[in-house]
């Protein structure tokens, strides 16, 4: 008997489920694979001796295509951080241990930069006590901040609630006939995609947002001051799109005073519109509010990108070929086709490659002025907003598949 684990980890995403479909169904088809099985809340649940059979759980394809549209993570999630194989050896030799108890011959891990540094340790570690188990990552991440991916599972889908928030806020603003300033923050500590998809709001009607900041360039209070005098006088009312990491010259955090640290390092920033809120009230003395999105883009599944969801489901397919075929310590990639239509084609990278790399908007995604994204960057990012899927409502409410509880 060959049985396959699978575990989802970091924050949610309106497409991870999808991938996590994909793996089922793939496993479900297989003549290598009998079983599949899923962690609880991430590699946590291993230590715990918590699982699931989601061969039984999903068993008809009515309930794979359901879970494919629901958001967050159906097995729990987890924050944690493997330490080294040569900080904490015992803690591997528990991991496989239970892997061979349960014949385990293939591990999925799906998520983000954390997440796929976890898979890395444990691929290491698995060649170097010569181990068949085949280790695969499985990305997601709103951020879209993994390298060696044109875009990230979860992303398009943040993306196309963000950049339609921008568009209602924008049609919420322009019925006022007064000067009025709206800053939206939106997520991305290290890298501004998310917000640089806000100018997919733009329309014929508005040309919300006005402004754009990202962290990837410095940003000056005194110039962002003189922006958004001079939008006030064109567009009466102002929407402006920051992220939530801008930061200054010499690289502090617009919001530092209010930041605090993660178990990973990792600052935890909220108060960037705040902090800017006060600036503009106070030396510009117009009516102004921030707005801060927050949580909100990760879980819309009510208003996911069809195709954020159709390559999440088939990157978690092609991971299972890809153990299959004897691949290891790899993720599960897509890669950008050239030519006028979108097309993408899949394959995989190396674990070593991407782990704790953070890809950053390019500067050619950023004007010169800073204070807005180019064309280049509208082209990218509009293919991934893409299509819808018809949500299933029951009284009144979107119905998910329920996150395992047990």
């Known amino acids: 008997m060959k049985n396959c684990f699978v575990a989802q980890s970091g924050g949610p995403t309106a497409a991870i489920n999808s991938s996590l479909a994909g793996v089922i169904d793939a496993v479900k088809a297989s003549n290598q694979y009998d079983c599949i099985y899923g962690l609880l809340n991430g590699i946590t649940g291993l230590f715990e001796d918590r699982y699931i059979n989601l061969s039984e759980q999903f068993s008809t394809d009515k309930s794979i295509e359901q879970l494919k549209t629901t958001p967050a993570m159906f097995l729990g999630s987890c924050r944690f951080q493997l330490p080294s194989i040569e900080e904490d050896r015992n803690t591997y030799e528990k991991i496989f241990e239970f892997f061979r108890e349960h ?3 293939a591990f999925f891990y799906i998520g983000g930069n954390d997440s796929m540094d976890t898979a890395m340790k444990l691929a ?16 997601k991440t709103i951020d879209n901040d993994l390298v060696e991916i044109d875009h990230t599972p979860g992303f398009g889908s943040a993306a196309k609630y963000v950049a339609a928030s921008m568009l209602e806020m924008a049609y919420d603003t322009a019925i006022y006939k007064l ?5 939206v923050e939106i997520m991305g500590r290290d890298a501004g995609w998310l917000t640089a998809a806000s100018a997919l709001a733009r ?16 940003f000056d209070k005194d110039q962002f001051l003189e922006d958004v005098k001079q939008k006030v006088v064109e567009y009466n009312n102002v929407l402006v799109a920051i992220s939530e990491g801008i930061r200054d010259k010499d690289g502090n955090y617009i919001s530092a005073t209010e930041a605090s640290v993660d178990q990973f390092g990792h600052s935890q920033l ?4 705040k902090t800017l809120e006060r600036l503009v009230s106070r030396e510009l003395r117009i009516k102004v509010r921030s707005v801060e999105i927050n949580i909100l883009q990760r879980c819309g599944g009510h208003f996911a990108s069809r195709t954020d969801i159709e390559e999440a489901f088939l990157l978690g397919k092609n991971a299972v070929k890809y153990a299959e075929d004897g691949i290891t310590g790899m993720m599960s990639t897509l890669t950008r086709e050239a030519g006028d239509d ?7 990278a190396d674990l070593n490659q991407i782990a704790n790399k953070v890809k950053s908007v390019p500067l050619s995604f950023i004007n010169e002025a800073h204070n807005d994204v180019t064309k280049e960057a509208l082209e990218y990012l ?13 009284n009144g409410l979107p119905s998910y598949t329920p996150i395992y509880r047990g």
């Open 103 to 105: 014949q385990v011959a």
């Open 382 to 394: 509009s293919p991934l907003i893409q299509g819808e899927y018809e949500t299933i409502f029951k």
């Open 270 to 273: 909220s108060g960037a519109g």
């Open 203 to 218: 329309t014929e009607f508005s040309d919300a947002p006005h402004l754009i900041y990202l962290p990837e360039v410095p």
């Open 342 to 348: 979108y097309k993408v084609s899949y394959g995989y």
């Open 179 to 183: 000067n009025s300033v709206t800053i």
């Open 124 to 139: 290491a570690y698995a060649k170097e006590i010569q181990s068949n188990i085949k280790i695969i990552g499985v990305p």
